[in-house]
């Protein structure tokens, strides 16, 4: 299993910092989050995706994911009017050229909060309709569409295992899999390793990282209440070898660097004892 660094908790650092402590630090890949001031899709296609490439080139660290700032303000496609569920598309279709671009194995969506009005149906017709969009978008450039569920603090659309084998039922194509963060699913009491029991095929990707129950935040392996240990046991058992990240945000804003490092050196440590 490949573990990967995700690069928002990054974002009041130099953009090569993060390349450069991934090399340092032992991780195998990047899930780039696509943010200003570092790899804001617009930015990237303005010439920016240079500095990107270089850097991947230079600490020899392939940037295999990319996770556009998408799901809070200004781009969640879940709610305001037509003309801003069509901006949000027509950015998430330019986040995928740029995927391409940097060589990416997966883009990274995730259905945010609808608002409170809004009805089942009218939900759910948004959202295959916008997936379905993109979808067909990731088929032409040749990147995977990942998408994620959330936590009730973030959505109040897409939240469980569920909610993903209901959107393959509706948009049949091996271009749209799934993932699990192991946050969503600890802090509504649903299982973990259910995901990968009920995605079989379409369970791509995987955020691990530690937790606390009633609250969404993400903190370094080993210093919350999810059983990491015993998690990357039963994923070896199991023969999961696909992909993880290791989704450190904000939280550790200030010295990520630090938390970084203490992040994948327990993660290693778990998988060592594990036998992977």
């Given amino acids: 299993m490949k573990l990967g660094m995700f690069t928002s908790g990054y974002q009041r650092n130099p953009l090569e910092h993060c390349f450069q402590d991934a090399k340092r630090f032992g991780y195998d890949f990047i899930e780039l989050w696509g943010g200003r001031p570092h790899a804001f899709a617009p930015d990237l296609k303005a010439g920016e995706i240079v500095d990107v490439k270089r850097l991947s080139e230079k600490y020899q660290m392939p940037v295999l994911g990319f996770t556009p700032e ?94 993903l084998i209901e959107l393959f039922k509706r948009i049949d194509s091996p271009y749209i899999v799934g993932m699990c963060d192991v946050v969503p699913p600890f802090v509504q009491h649903e299982s973990i390793m259910a995901y990968i029991d009920k995605l079989g095929e379409k369970m791509y990707h995987m955020h691990i990282i530690d937790g606390d129950q009633g609250t969404d935040s993400h903190i370094v392996p080993g210093e919350g209440s999810i059983p990491l ?39 290693r440590a778990y998988m060592k004892e594990a036998g992977f």
């Fill in 229 to 267: 240990p015993e998690l990357f046991k039963e994923l070896k058992d199991v023969g999961y070898e696909k992909t993880a990240t290791l989704e450190l945000v904000t939280g550790y804003i200030n010295e990520p660097r630090l938390y970084a490092r203490r992040a994948i050196d327990n993660a």
């Fill in 70 to 163: 998408h799901n809070a303000y200004p781009y969640n496609f879940m709610i305001g009017s037509e003309l801003q569920r069509r901006d949000a598309v027509d950015y998430l279709k330019l986040c995928l050229d740029m995927a391409r671009e940097l060589g990416s194995d997966y883009m990274l969506v995730s259905p945010a909060h609808v608002g409170y009005l809004a009805a089942y149906e009218e939900i759910w017709t948004r959202m295959v309709t916008t997936l379905r969009e993109l979808t067909d978008h990731a088929e032409k450039v040749g990147v995977k569409l990942v998408v994620e569920t959330l936590t009730p603090y973030e959505s109040n659309a897409f939240k469980s295992a569920n909610d």
